[in-house]
């Protein structure tokens, strides 16, 4: 089945405790660029995510969503190995947590949380997720991405329409009848 990444795209938290200001963490975290990072100048301080909507994503547009996890890139930092958790929550409870991820490759890395069965949510339950970073054991993670991989079956094709999903649709003559 098919995946899409959804991009986080607000910040709350110890966002003072980190080497880059809280819209530097956000823009870095959610460009997608393994050279744009950011790490905790402090021990064990987390951070909380939100995400895009699901309008947001224009392959969720009409799909039945499956699964989600959330996935970390970062390397081990100046202290060596790094661990750290990462969580899904909603406003009124945690939903999965992932314990003791992380390292000791300087190279940056994903790594994946634990699935989080989502379907059985609706449009307002898909956009009420969070994700919680932690940094833990007293380490300095570099993050250069923080993002919700959601495993989804896409919307089928109604009688009368034509989909494509990437590239272009040239013909040179001719028409279409629908």
Known sequence: ??????????????????????ATVLSNASDGDTGSTFFNSVSNVSLTFGLED?????????????????????????????????????????????????????TQTDFDGDDLNISSFNTDQFNDLFIRYTTTSGTQPVVSRIKLVVDYTAAAIGAGQLSISSGLLNMSSGNITI
Not at 2 to 19: K, L
Not at 63 to 81: E, H, P, R
């Open 1 to 22: 089945m098919p995946t899409v990444n959804v991009n986080v795209n607000a910040i709350s938290g110890d966002t003072t405790s980190f080497n880059v200001n809280s």
């Open 54 to 106: 699901i309008s947001d994503v224009s392959e969720l547009s009409g799909a039945t969503l499956n699964s989600a996890k959330a996935v970390v890139t970062a390397a081990a930092g100046g202290k060596g190995a790094m661990e750290f958790t990462v969580e899904i929550t909603n406003t009124d409870s945690l939903l999965v947590s992932t314990d003791s991820l992380g390292g000791s490759s300087g």
